[in-house]
T-cell receptor, first 116, second 109 residues
Framework: GAVVSQHPSRVICKSGTSVKIECRSL??????MFWYRQFPKQSLMLMAT?????????EQGVEKDKFLINHASLTLSTLTVTSAHPEDSSFYIC????????????FGPGTRLTVL | QKEVEQNSGPLSVPEGAIASLNCTYS??????FFWYRQYSGKSPELIMS????GDKEDGRFTAQLNKASQYVSLLIRDSQPSDSATYLC?????????FGTGTSLTVIP
């Protein structure tokens, strides 16, 4: 199956700082990547959809100036949480589609963000 | 609003039994259907994808799709304690995907 990596797996930062999370498709070219957030014992919440070379499409209620997404290549998307606050603490998961399984979505392992 | 509904559970089955997970969706235009398994604290893992009516089997897993009834299910045969997880149903239309809230499954040894 297709492999998606995320880095870092875990990050702790101080309130007011920015955090960048990388998502890479390792063995396929990802036409589209997705960013999700998941709070404990809650379901996945789609934050945004990004296509290589174009601006991300954000879901309603997600602040695009706070959650900056850059899909620089067919294998890399980044999510930057700017001016993080404790309420941004969550599990951030990326996923990607592309390759032979044209619309099967493969998830990265996730990044657990804790904002102090 | 496109909806994907799952019984949140928890669903408990004894080891060796068949676990049956169900999902309904609201949009008749949906084209692709997926089951994901998510262990606590981990990200979802794709188990099955199904695109046409009928059954699709992969090892102990069988996905069943009935587009007329807008219903997709996942059967897990010979359930094992390692199958204990939350199972997410997802429905796709092109590059848009809609997830259910998941069903928690516990397999009792």
């Amino acid at each position: 199956g297709a492999v998606v990596s995320q880095h870092p797996s875990r990050v702790i930062c101080k309130s007011g700082t920015s955090v960048k999370i990388e998502c890479r498709s390792l063995d396929f070219q990802a036409t589209t990547m997705f960013w999700y957030r998941q709070f404990p014992k809650q379901s996945l919440m789609l934050m945004a959809t990004s296509n290589e070379g174009s601006k991300a499409t954000y879901e309603q209620g997600v602040e695009k100036d706070k959650f900056l997404i850059n899909h620089a290549s067919l294998t890399l998307s980044t999510l930057t949480v700017t001016s993080a606050h404790p309420e941004d603490s969550s599990f951030y998961i990326c996923s990607a589609i592309g390759g032979a399984s044209y619309n099967e979505q493969f998830f990265g392992p996730g990044t657990r963000l804790t904002v102090l | 609003q496109k909806e994907v509904e799952q019984n949140s559970g928890p669903l408990s089955v004894p080891e060796g039994a068949i676990a049956s997970l169900n999902c309904t969706y609201s949009d008749r235009g949906s084209q692709s259907f997926f089951w994901y398994r998510q262990y606590s604290g981990k990200s979802p893992e794709l188990i099955m994808s199904i695109y046409s009516n009928g059954d699709k089997e992969d090892g102990r897993f069988t996905a069943q799709l009935n587009k007329a009834s807008q219903y997709v299910s996942l059967l897990i045969r010979d359930s094992q304690p390692s199958d204990s997880a939350t199972y997410l149903c997802a429905v796709g239309e092109g590059n848009q995907f809609y997830f259910g809230t998941g069903t928690s499954l516990t397999v009792i040894p």
